[in-house]
C-alpha cells in the first residue's frame, strides 16, 4: 500500500488495478472492471468515485485519432523567451492558452524555456496557423521546430509499478 501525496489516499492491489484497467479502456463498465480485478461492481464504482474525489482520476475522456482527423503534421517546438524575469513568461503562458493546435505546453529548464507538441494538417497551417503567431507573442525570441517523421510510442498510460508496495 501506497500513500498518495496530497491525500494521503492508500491504494491496495484493486486499486491499483482499476487504474490500470482504467487507462487501457477507459469505456469499460464497473461490471467489466469487477471481473477483471475480482470486485463487485459497487465495489468498483466506490473505489472509482473515491479516486477521482481524491484527484488521482482527472477526466474519463476520448482518445481521437489525430491522422483519421486529417492533422497529418506532428511537431515539437522548442521556445525560448528574450528574459527569465518580468511578466514574459506569463504573458506566452497566457497566449499559449489560445492555440488549440499546441496541444502540450511545458515549462522546462535548460536551452528552452518552452517545449510545445504541436498537430497541424499540413505544413503551410503549421507555419500559418502556429509558429508566426508564435514569434509575434511579446517576449519570444526564439522557436526552434522539429517535425515528427514517425511516431514510436505515444501513449497516455501512466506507469504505476511503483505503487506496487
Given at each position: 500500500?501506497?500513500?498518495?501525496?496530497?491525500?494521503?489516499?492508500?491504494?491496495?492491489r484493486?486499486?491499483?488495478?482499476?487504474?490500470?484497467?482504467?487507462?487501457?479502456?477507459?469505456?469499460?463498465?464497473?461490471?467489466?472492471?469487477?471481473?477483471?480485478?475480482?470486485l463487485?461492481?459497487?465495489?468498483?464504482?466506490?473505489?472509482?468515485?473515491?479516486?477521482?474525489?481524491?484527484?488521482?482520476?482527472?477526466?474519463?475522456?476520448?482518445?481521437?485519432?489525430?491522422?483519421?482527423?486529417?492533422?497529418?503534421?506532428?511537431?515539437?517546438?522548442?521556445?525560448?523567451?528574450?528574459?527569465?524575469?518580468?511578466?514574459?513568461?506569463?504573458?506566452?503562458?497566457?497566449?499559449?492558452?489560445?492555440i488549440?493546435?499546441?496541444?502540450?505546453?511545458?515549462?522546462?529548464?535548460?536551452e528552452?524555456?518552452?517545449?510545445?507538441?504541436?498537430?497541424?494538417?499540413?505544413?503551410?497551417?503549421?507555419?500559418?496557423?502556429?509558429?508566426?503567431?508564435?514569434?509575434?507573442?511579446?517576449?519570444?525570441?526564439?522557436?526552434?521546430?522539429?517535425?515528427?517523421?514517425?511516431?514510436?510510442k505515444?501513449?497516455?498510460?501512466?506507469?504505476?509499478s511503483?505503487?506496487?508496495?
Amino acid at each position: 500500500m501506497n500513500s498518495d501525496n496530497g491525500a494521503n489516499l492508500l491504494l491496495d492491489r484493486y486499486d491499483i488495478g482499476l487504474l490500470a484497467a482504467l487507462q487501457a479502456n477507459g469505456h469499460t463498465t464497473h461490471q467489466q472492471l469487477g471481473e477483471v480485478i475480482h470486485l463487485s461492481a459497487s465495489q468498483v464504482s466506490r473505489r472509482i468515485q473515491r479516486m477521482e474525489s481524491a484527484g488521482l482520476i482527472r477526466a474519463h475522456v476520448a482518445l481521437l485519432s489525430p491522422e483519421r482527423l486529417g492533422l497529418g503534421v506532428r511537431a515539437i517546438s522548442y521556445v525560448t523567451l528574450t528574459r527569465h524575469g518580468g511578466d514574459e513568461g506569463a504573458g506566452f503562458e497566457r497566449d499559449i492558452l489560445d492555440i488549440p493546435e499546441v496541444v502540450e505546453c511545458f515549462a522546462v529548464t535548460g536551452e528552452s524555456d518552452y517545449i510545445l507538441k504541436i498537430f497541424a494538417a499540413n505544413l503551410s497551417d503549421l507555419s500559418e496557423s502556429v509558429l508566426k503567431p508564435l514569434t509575434r507573442l511579446q517576449g519570444v525570441a526564439n522557436i526552434r521546430s522539429n517535425i515528427v517523421l514517425q511516431c514510436i510510442k505515444s501513449t497516455t498510460e501512466l506507469p504505476l509499478s511503483h505503487l506496487r508496495g
